[in-house]
């Protein structure tokens, strides 16, 4: 069975750091693909990065290229979003997921964590 388990959410101040995890089981793809996803209130989920199982692929929406990073560390079947320079327009329910395919389209993966909440607040 597969299990993805997002956390890291939480209150953060303008300009603030985070870092989400996505913990990860039972993924049996050859190569897969992490993907963080984000939807906000009254707003339509839309995907936020991407990394390749092996880390060497990765991508970035453009809103969050130079504040954001992925990383994964295969030792522990984990994935990272580090969030840095944060902003009320990232306030939303992030959350990771798996598939065989590099995509920021959420019906490219099969496997969804559950959302993590991260709040961005002056």
């Known amino acids: 069975e597969v299990q993805l388990q997002a956390s890291g959410g939480g209150l953060v101040q303008i300009g603030g750091s985070l870092t989400l995890s996505c913990a990860t089981s039972?993924?049996?793809?050859?190569?897969?693909?992490i993907g963080w996803f984000r939807q906000a209130p009254g707003k339509e989920r839309e995907g936020v990065s991407f990394?390749?199982?092996?880390?060497?692929?990765?991508y970035y929406r453009d809103s969050v290229k130079g504040r954001f990073t992925v990383s994964i560390d295969n030792a522990k079947n984990t994935a990272y979003l580090q969030m840095n320079s944060l902003k009320p327009e990232d306030t939303a329910v992030y959350y990771c997921?798996?598939?065989?395919?590099?995509?920021?389209?959420?019906?490219?993966?099969?496997?969804w964590g559950q959302g993590t909440l991260v709040t961005v607040s002056s």
């Open positions: 997921a798996a598939g065989p395919y590099g995509s920021l389209r959420s019906y490219e993966y099969y496997y």
């Open positions: 039972g993924v049996t793809f050859d190569d897969y693909y």
């Open positions: 990394i390749s199982s092996s880390g060497g692929s990765t």
